[in-house]
């Protein structure tokens, strides 16, 4: 049963939608599958065994640490989406590490060295890795660009619209979202101070463009959301 896990929530992956019925099969021999509670810590980059971590349900954060001690939150990652070492070097100075943002969390892993050998034998999967690395990638560049080009306020706004069109329940231009982040963490995402977010979120809600609370969030017209 519990290998049965594994193997369909591999196959149903488009990350893995390249492979056979066998390569699946094979695939789950060397697959880890771990449960998380709500600010559980799943994994530090700097000490543990250097792996590959997709996620299956519920939501984590990505966080560094500074010589300071300070975290920053670098990623919030979502159903489907991958972790940990992405460019296949274990790097040693990273001082991240991954927490579970909500219950009920699963995750699959690979250990970095299995996942190398895969993608070795299998030139479909490594091309459709690639693609899907990439696209990470441009995410990352398209935050930089957003920090350095738009304010506080529309970052928020683009992030709040980001978050509802991937989790949201939409119903005309209607969207809630199940709020899983602290006003810190939001402020962490967008690159502001707690204070900042705090008084923007407070400025939309008097605007009448959303509505905040801790355990959900709602778009009350996403035509007019700007």
Same mark, same amino acid.
């Given at each position: 049963?519990?290998?049965?896990?594994?193997?369909?929530?591999?196959?149903?992956?488009?990350?893995?939608?390249?492979?056979?019925?066998?390569?699946?099969?094979?695939?789950?021999?060397?697959?880890?599958?771990?449960?998380?509670?709500?600010?559980?810590?799943?994994?530090?980059?700097?000490?543990?065994?250097?792996?590959?971590?997709?996620? $299956?349900? @519920?939501?984590? /954060?990505?966080?560094?640490?500074?010589?300071?001690?300070?975290? #920053?939150?670098? &990623? !919030?990652? *979502?159903?489907?989406?991958?972790?940990?070492?992405?460019?296949?070097?274990?790097?040693?100075?990273?001082?991240?590490?991954?927490?579970?943002?909500?219950?009920?969390?699963?995750?699959?892993?690979?250990?970095?060295?299995?996942?190398?050998?895969?993608?070795?034998?299998?030139?479909?999967?490594?091309?459709?890795?690639?693609?899907?690395?990439?696209?990470?990638?441009?995410?990352?560049?398209?935050?930089?660009?957003?920090?350095?080009?738009?304010?506080?306020?529309?970052?928020?706004?683009?992030?709040?619209?980001?978050?509802?069109? $991937?989790? @949201?329940?939409? /119903?005309?231009?209607?969207?809630?979202?199940?709020?899983?982040? #602290?006003?810190? &963490? !939001?402020? *962490?995402?967008?690159?502001?101070?707690?204070?900042?977010?705090?008084?923007?979120?407070?400025?939309?809600?008097?605007?009448?463009?959303?509505?905040?609370?801790?355990?959900?969030?709602?778009?009350?017209?996403?035509?007019?959301?700007?």
């Amino acid at each position: 049963m519990y290998d049965e896990i594994k193997y369909w929530y591999l196959r149903d992956h488009k990350l893995f939608s390249v492979l056979s019925f066998s390569q699946i099969r094979q695939l789950c021999i060397i697959t880890c599958f771990k449960k998380a509670k709500k600010g559980e810590i799943i994994y530090f980059s700097s000490t543990d065994v250097p792996r590959i971590f997709l996620l $299956k349900t @519920g939501n984590i /954060k990505i966080v560094s640490l500074d010589e300071d001690g300070t975290e #920053t939150i670098k &990623d !919030i990652i *979502q159903k489907g989406d991958l972790f940990g070492e992405l460019d296949l070097v274990n790097d040693l100075n990273s001082n991240e590490h991954a927490v579970a943002l909500t219950n009920e969390v699963s995750i699959c892993s690979f250990l970095l060295s299995d996942f190398e050998n895969l993608l070795l034998k299998n030139p479909n999967l490594a091309i459709s890795y690639t693609k899907f690395v990439g696209l990470k990638m441009k995410k990352v560049k398209n935050n930089y660009s957003n920090l350095i080009s738009k304010d506080a306020r529309t970052r928020l706004i683009d992030f709040i619209k980001d978050w509802a069109e $991937k989790e @949201g329940l939409k /119903k005309d231009n209607y969207y809630t979202i199940e709020n899983y982040l #602290t006003q810190a &963490d !939001i402020a *962490q995402v967008i690159c502001t101070s707690r204070q900042t977010a705090t008084q923007l979120l407070n400025d939309l809600e008097q605007e009448g463009l959303i509505n905040y609370n801790r355990k959900e969030l709602a778009i009350r017209d996403i035509s007019k959301f700007r």
